[in-house]
């Protein structure tokens, strides 16, 4: 069993940047593809961010290309996405989720565990 804990959202102005971290344990991070979704009020949930098992390929939504960056370290057992130049549409709660598969897929029925995410609010 992966549990999985997000940290690092809070309230930000436009403009401004944050950096979420995923704590992953019951198993070695290296065994899975990491990925980051995000549910506004009221919508379905997103894909945000992709990263490989290595860290050597990544996958971005295209609302969020050249903005956020994901990453991880696998020593760590730790996730991380990088948010810069955040704009008020970015509100929404952060999910960190895992997949046992090789792909950076975008989609949330391909993911196995979920963390129980982080609120992430942009003030314009």
């Known amino acids: 069993q992966v549990q999985m804990v997000e940290s690092g959202g809070g309230l930000v102005q436009a403009g401004g940047s944050l950096r979420l971290s995923c704590a992953v344990s019951?198993?070695?991070?290296?065994?899975?593809?990491m990925g980051w979704f995000r549910q506004a009020r009221g919508k379905e949930r997103e894909f945000v961010a992709a990263i490989s098992r290595s860290g050597g390929s990544t996958n971005y939504a295209d609302s969020v290309k050249g903005r956020f960056t994901i990453s991880r370290d696998n020593t760590k057992n730790t996730v991380y996405l990088q948010m810069n130049g955040l704009k008020p549409e970015d509100t929404a709660v952060y999910y960190c989720?895992?997949?046992?598969?090789?792909?950076?897929?975008?989609?949330?029925?391909?993911?196995?565990?979920w963390g129980q995410g982080t609120q992430v609010t942009v003030s314009s």
């Open positions: 989720a895992a997949r046992t598969g090789r792909e950076t897929l975008k989609s949330d029925d391909e993911y196995d565990y």
């Open positions: 019951g198993r070695t991070l290296s065994s899975y593809v």
